[in-house]
Structure formats: C-alpha cells, structure tokens
C-alpha cells in the first residue's frame, strides 16, 4: 500500500552531519506515524526516532537525543532526519519506516511498511 524509499547515506567524519530524506508514494503519506530505524552489522533493528501526522510530536531513542531532529512535509510525502554531530556508533543502515496508528510506537513489528534502507558510515 506504501512505498518507502530512502536517500541521504553515505560516509562522514565523527562531528559530522547528514539529512536523510524517505519519499513516500501514495497519497496516504499524512495520515501515517513516520519512524527511523537503524541497524549495526551484527544487531539488532533499533528504533531511532518518530513523528506524528501533523509533526507536531516527535520522540527520540536515547542515544540520539540531542543530536537527530526528525521532520516532515506532508505536501511533499517526505520525512527526513538530520543527523548532528555523528558519532562512529550511529554506523548503521537507516530504515524509514510506517506505522498507521495514532500514537507513536517504538517497537519495529508494529511498522507496516519499510524502505530499503541506506547507509550511513561514520568514520573514526
């Protein structure tokens, strides 16, 4: 029903930043819960950050708090999240991720529908 695609990865230095963007097709993209994932080689999938329809409330993983700003344009169907001062241990692949409930969820299996992912490398 929902296709995710994300853009935005690549490969910084620690203090570094990077905006990750995740297009949605369809017309449905405002009345989703937006999500970011991340996943380290050999971990888990660990939730990142999300955000309401309207945007007007977002939560944050611990780890991330601080430095990730997560936001939306609903004209544009697009949820991004800006990345300061990156650290070696953000090195993951970001999903973009949705979830048609109301409120926001941490927990991956209540995410619907997934991007493919992108890389984003933070070098030491």
């Known amino acids: 029903q929902v296709q995710l695609v994300e853009s935005g990865g690549g490969l910084v230095q620690t203090g570094g930043s990077l905006r990750l963007s995740c297009a949605a097709s369809g017309r449905t993209f405002s009345s989703l819960i937006m999500g970011w994932f991340r996943q380290a080689p050999g971990k888990e999938r660990d939730f990142v950050a999300a955000i309401t329809r309207s945007g007007s409330n977002t939560y944050y993983a611990d780890p991330v708090k601080g430095r990730f700003t997560i936001s939306r344009d609903n004209a544009k169907n697009t949820v991004y999240l800006q990345m300061n001062s990156l650290k070696p241990e953000d090195t993951a692949v970001y999903y973009c991720?949705?979830?048609?409930?109301?409120?926001?969820?941490?927990?991956?299996?209540?995410?619907?529908?997934w991007g493919q992912g992108t890389q984003v490398t933070v070098s030491s």
């Open positions: 991720a949705a979830d048609g409930a109301l409120l926001i969820r941490t927990s991956q299996q209540n995410y619907d529908f």
